[in-house]
C-alpha cells in the first residue's frame, strides 16, 4: 500500500492510497462539513457539501469522494469553498419542509445543523418544496416524510448494501427525483422488513419511527390500567446517549428508576422472557435434532433458525418463503413476554387482562410491526399494545422532566423482572446463540460449556458472518445420540449476511445445525430504533457494554433464573408443553416476493 | 484582427474509395502505438463537445492492464440543437464501425458498444444488418473484435459518459465520481474509451487520408474541421462540415437571415453570442466550443423565453442526484419567472448568477457545471428582456 503525501489548509499529511481528501483532512483535525456521506456506507458524493478546492482544479472537489493523490494542495476554506456550501446548503433548507418546531428530528438532524452553522437565511432562495406532499403513514413501523427528504440516498444505500432488500429506490429524475418504493407502493405494502436502519442513517426527519408513546402516556394516566413495560436488553446500553452519557454506558437502574417515576405500574424486563427463550428454543433444538437424528424424520428441518427478530423473520417470509420451516417456532422474547403479561402475570398479580396494558421498549422498528402481528393474540388479548423505541423512551423521559443523570438506581420490580446474563447478551450478535449454547450444552452433558467464564468468544464480533463448532461429548444418558457429535452454529447479523446464509439453506448445501440472524447490523444494539447516529464505533462500544453487563450478573445461564425456574413450576409445566405452544410459540406465512 | 473566413469541407461525409476494410487493414498494418501518435500528432479533439484530447485518451486506456477493454460510440446525441451524428449514422455508418474498429485495435478492446438514443432506434433497421455483416468481415480478417448496439431509454443525462455506463449496466442513469475516469474505470469497471460518432469518423478519416490533410484545417488549439447542426432563425437550417476557428460574424454572414440578434453556440448548455460580440468571438476550443449545435435567433425572439426554455430542459433532465444541478436549475428557472413577474427585484438576477458560478464549481457532472454558459451569457447580454 503506496503512501500519498498531499496538504491540507498548508498542513502536510500523510494517507494510504484510495483514502480521500475527507480522510485526510480527518487527520489533521480539519472537519469538513458532510450529509450524504455515512461512515456504514459507500462513498455517494451527491450532497456536494463537504467541497473543497483543490490547486489547479476548475471545479471544487467533493471530498469525500475523491481520493486523495500525491502533491495535492487542498484549501477547505477559501471564499470560493464557503460561498459554496452556503449556497449548497441554502439549495438544500430551499426544498426542504422547514417546521423545524414541529419534526421529531429537530435538535438531531444534520441540515438543521449544517443551516445553523452556515447561517442560513431562509429569503436567500424560493421556496421549491413540493406542495401537498403525503405523509407515508401505511406501515406499523415506518414513517415517511419526503418534504424532509433531501435525498441525499443514505436510505437508499442502506436497504441495498446492508440489508440488500431495496425497498427504497429513487424514482423520477431532476426536479421529480424522490426517495420512493418499487411501483410508488405505500411503505406496508412495498418488501419492506422495517427493519428502521434506514431511519438511523436518515440525517433528517424524512424517515422516522411511527410514535405511540402518546397512546403510553394515556394509558399510564388512565387509573383503571395497569401498565407493564418491559425494556429489551440493547436498550439499556444505548439510552443514556439521549440523556448526556458518553456511547456504551450502562443506565440500567436510572432506566427503571426513571420509568418508575413516569408513573409505570410495573417495570419488567425482556431479559426474562429472553431466559424463557432460551429454554424453549434450545429444547426446540435438541428435539429437531432428536427428531432428525433418530426418528429420521424427514419432515423436519435443519438448520434451526431463530426467530427473535421479527425483520428477519419478515425478510425470511418475503425473500424465502419455501424455506419457513428451518425458523424457529418460538415467539420473539417480546411477544412471549405479552402473552405471559396477559395470563401468568395477571394470574398472579390478581388483575383482569383486559385491564393490563403491556408496552415494549424495544431498539427496534419491526417490533412495532410484531406486535400487530394478527396472530399474537393467543391469550385472547394483544401480546403487546405498544411497542416504542430506545428513542421514544428518551422522548418520555425528557417529557416527564426529570432529571435522569440524578436518579437513584433502582431495581426490575417483580414478577417477571429477573434475569441472567444469557438473556442481557440477547442485545448483540450473537448473543442468543451463546446463551443457547450455555443452556443447551449443559441439558446435554450436565457440564458448563467449555469456554473460560463462560464467554463464547467465536460467534463475538463485528464480523458479518461468524461460525464454530462445538463437540459434543459425555452426554447424559438421554442424549447420548448426540455423543461425538459436531454441533456446527453460525451467527449472521444484518441481511446481506442473512441472505448469503439463506442462499445456502436454500440450495441444501448449509453444513450448520443452528444459526442465529439478527436483521440489524450489530444486532438488537445496532437496531433501528436505537439513538441517532449510527457506526461501528458505537455498535462496538454498546455491544461491549452488554458483555460488560453479562460479566457482573450474579446468574448467566437461562436456565439458572429462579423465576424462570418457578413459572415452569407453576404455570408452563414443562419446555414445548401444551401452554408453551399455545403462548410462546407462532407460525408464520408466506409473503409475495415482488 | 480578423476574423477566420468561414470554409466548408468535406471530410466526414466524402464517401471516395469508400471501403471501409481497406482503412481497417490500413490501421492493421500499423502498429498500436503508430496509430495513437498518429491521433495525437492530428490534433484531434473530442467532437461530443468537451473537446478533450482523442490521442490522449486512447493512450491512457492503452496504458492500462487489463484483459477486458471497452470501445463505446457515444450516439446519444441529446443536446438541444444537435443533430449531426443521427445523420453521420444514417449516411456513413461504416466509417464509424471503422473508427471503433482502429480504437479497438490501439487500445487492445475485443468489445465495442454504439449507444444509440432511443429516439434513433428507427436507424436500428439498417445499423442492425450492417453492425452483423461487419462483425463477420472482421472475423474473416482475423480480428477478435465485436460490435454491439445498446438502445438507451431516452434520457439526457445518459450521453454523460459515467452515466451511460451505468445505464448500459442495467443501473439508474447517473454520473459518477470522477476520478477514476473511464480509461481506468468505464463500463463493468473496465478500461473503456468513449468517443462521439463525429470522433471516430474523424479517427477513420485521419487514418485514411493522413494527419496532414485534417492538420492543416483550423487553429493551434481546434485542428482540423466539425460537422455544426445549423437549426433556428436561417433559410440554410442543415448540417454541415465547416473549418474550425472561424468568426462568429462569418458564420452568420453564411447563415443568418440578416436579422440576427445572437447565435447559441453548443446547445442549451452552450454560450450565447449576441449580435455585438459577433466579430470577437471563434467558434473553437480557444474561443467556443460546441458539439455542433448552432441556433440562430432573431430580433423577433425573446431571450427570456430562450432561457426559459432551456431551464425547463435542465430541471428536467439533471438526474436529481446532486444538490446544486436539482434544485440549482429550479431555483434558477423559478427566479427569473419571479423577476418577469415582479415577485422579485432584478438585482436578484445578480443572486441567481451568483448561484449559477456555485453550480459550476460544484456541480458533480457537466451538465449542472455547464448551466451557468448559457445562464449567465442570456442573463448578462440580455439582461432588460429578463426584467420587462
Known sequence: ?????????????????????????????????????????CVAGNCRVCVVEVEGNRTLAASCATPAEEGMVIKTNTPKVRNARKDIVALLVSEHNTQCTTCYRSMNCELQELSAEYNIDNNRYLSVLKPNIQIDRSSWSIEKDDSKCVRCQRCVRTCAELQHVNALTVTGKGKDMKISTFMDLPLNEAICTNCGQ???????????ERRYFDRVWEAIGNEKKHVVMNTAPSVRVALGEMLGYPVGTRVTGKMVAAMKRMGVDSVLDTDFSADLTIIEE???????????????????????????????????EHIFPDHLGHLSTCKSPQQMFGALAKTYYAEKKGIDPADIVSVAIMPCAAKKFEANRPEMNSSGYRDIDAGLTTRELG?????????????????YDSIMGDSTGAGVIFGATGGVMEAALRTAYEVVTGREVPFENLNILPVRGMEGIKDATIKIEGCLPEWSFLEGAELKVAVAHGLINARKIMDQVAAGTSPYHFIEV????????????????????????????????????????????????????????EPLGHKSHQLLHTTYKKRNHY | MKNKELKKVDIIFDCANCEPFEVVKKALALSPDEIIDQIISSGLRGRG????PTGLKWRLAKAEQSETKYVICNADEGEPGTFKDREILDVVPSKVLVGMTICAYAIGAKEGFIYLRNEYNFLLKDLNPLVESFNQNLKKLGMDFTIKIFSGSGAYICGEESALFESMEGKRGEPRNKPPYPTKFGYNGKPTVINNVETLVYCTMIVRIGVEPFKKLGTTDSRGSKVFSISGDTTKAGIYELELGVGVDEFVKEFGNGDTK???????????VPRKDFNKRIIGFEGIPTGGSMMIFNSSRSMYNVLKDYLEFFAEESCGQCTPCRVGTQQLLKGIEAVKHGEKPSSYLNQLLKLSETMKVASKCGLGQSVHNSFSSIVKNFHEEMIY
Open chain 1, 1 to 41: 500500500m503506496s503512501i500519498i503525501n498531499l496538504t491540507i489548509d498548508n498542513k502536510a499529511v500523510s494517507v494510504t492510497q484510495g483514502q480521500t481528501i475527507l480522510d485526510a483532512a480527518k487527520k489533521v483535525n480539519v472537519h469538513i462539513p458532510t450529509l450524504c456521506h455515512h461512515e456504514d456506507l
Open chain 1, 198 to 208: 434506514c431511519v438511523n442513517r436518515c440525517p433528517t426527519g424524512a424517515l422516522t
Open chain 1, 282 to 316: 434450545g429444547n426446540e433444538l435438541l428435539q429437531r435434532l432428536k427428531k432428525v437424528l433418530v426418528d429420521k424424520n424427514t419432515e423436519v428441518k435443519l438448520p434451526m433458525i431463530t426467530s427473535c427478530s421479527p425483520g428477519w423473520v419478515k425478510f425470511i
Open chain 1, 395 to 411: 422522548h418520555m423521559i425528557k417529557q416527564a422532566g426529570l432529571n435522569f443523570k440524578e436518579l437513584e438506581d433502582e431495581s
Open chain 1, 518 to 573: 439478527m436483521a440489524c447490523p450489530g444486532g438488537c444494539i445496532g437496531g433501528g430504533g436505537q439513538p441517532i447516529p449510527t457506526n461501528e464505533e458505537i455498535r462496538r462500544k454498546r455491544a461491549e457494554a452488554i458483555y460488560d453487563e453479562d460479566m457482573h450478573m450474579k446468574l448467566r445461564k437461562s436456565h439458572e433464573n429462579p423465576e424462570i425456574i418457578q413459572i415452569y413450576k407453576d404455570f408452563l409445566i
Open chain 2, 49 to 52: 463537445g468537451a473537446g478533450f
Open chain 2, 262 to 272: 445572437a447565435v447559441q453556440i453548443g446547445g442549451a448548455s452552450g454560450h450565447c
